[in-house]
């Protein structure tokens, strides 16, 4: 009568190439393999490190000083004529990626009391409906919420336009002007610093705002254009 003979599987200890790789690609391995799997790792890793693709360059922060951002308002007076206002104090802080041609996070702030138009019935009317006062710090602002990428030099920004806390989402159409260095230092520019201009321009009514009251006491339409340069620096 033959003894039935019990074999008792060898237990295998796990290494660290062993839990680099996965317990479940390396558990039914016979013993003789196991002293190549570190060699194995080093090359996948060499493999990825040479033939991976380049990860994209991060977005670069580009600043717009005093100076750099020129801010124009277009009001339609009763159809006759056009009235220009323009905000003479403004800051703008934006992301931008040259490869990918993309424009993102901008922040533009207009300070209201630098406001400054020819037409005194204009500025009444402003300072009138809280848009303008001389004595307040308070700022008319322009929020981006989504990504824009320029094609053929031109973008849709998205955004939020805030003006007397009040918030609205508007669509800018946007214009790539010109990317590259400054060779000379003005009194707005620095020298030798990546350098992008854009343009972009909006609609909104005033009423929206709580800028104008009903037509018969404002000799201003209630649609508004908002035309924006602006230059920043890296």
Known sequence: MMRS?????????????QRMLGSMATASLPDRFLPWMPACAGMT??????FASPAAAEPKTYMSQEGQVNSLLIFEQTGFARV???FTKGLARFFYDDALKTVDGLKL????????????VLRD??????????DSEREIAFVQNEVARFENGKAKIKGQLVINNIRKNVVADADLNKFGRISETTHVM?????????????SFKRSEFSMSADST??????????MVDIIGQN
């Open 217 to 226: 006491t404002t000799p201003f339409n209630d649609d508004v254009v908002l």
């Open 45 to 50: 890793l060499l493999f990825v490190l040479l």
């Open 109 to 120: 702030a207009m300070l209201a009391n630098s406001f400054a138009t020819a037409s005194p």
């Open 125 to 134: 009317d402003m300072s009138g409906h809280g848009a303008y006062d001389p």
């Open 190 to 202: 620095e020298e030798g610093k990546e350098t992008l201009g854009f343009s972009f321009h909006l």
């Open 84 to 86: 220009y206002g323009i």
């Open 5 to 17: 003979i019990r074999v008792r599987p060898k237990t295998i200890r796990e290494t660290s190439s």
